[in-house]
Nanobody
Framework: QVQLVESGGGLVQPGGSLRLSCAAS????????MGWYRQAPGKQRELVAR???????NYAASAKGRFTISRDDNKNTAYLQMNNLKPDDTAVYSC?????????WGQGTQVTVSS
């Protein structure tokens, strides 16, 4: 089993920045894919960004140029740096870790972009 704990969410004004963290513990495998997803009220959950075990990132169109996903395997932590935030970015953000034996989700962290 793997436990994922997100942190770093909060209230930010449009144009502001936040950095989300996702700390993993438990049965950690060296090879994994990490993703950040978000779900806004009344909408389906969507992929925001993903990074492979070889550190190749890919982004949703809405995140390109503003968000950066990264991972620190020494700390078993993944990050999502979010810049130039917009009200449409308001959502619960959750991290997802896929290992060979299973897929795990964090509990989510609220990001609210509002003036």
């Amino acid at each position: 089993q793997v436990q994922l704990v997100e942190s770093g969410g909060g209230l930010v004004q449009p144009g502001g920045s936040l950095r989300l963290s996702c700390a993993a513990s438990g049965t950690i495998f060296a090879i994994y894919v990490m993703g950040w997803y978000r779900q806004a009220p009344g909408k389906q959950r969507e992929l925001v960004a993903r990074i492979t075990n070889t550190n190749i990132p890919n982004y949703a169109a809405s995140a390109k140029g503003r968000f950066t996903i990264s991972r620190d395997d020494n700390k078993n932590t993944a990050y999502l740096q979010m810049n130039n935030l917009k009200p449409d970015d308001t959502a619960v953000y959750s991290c997802n870790r896929k290992q060979s034996e299973g897929t795990y989700w964090g509990q989510g962290t609220q990001v609210t972009v509002s003036s």
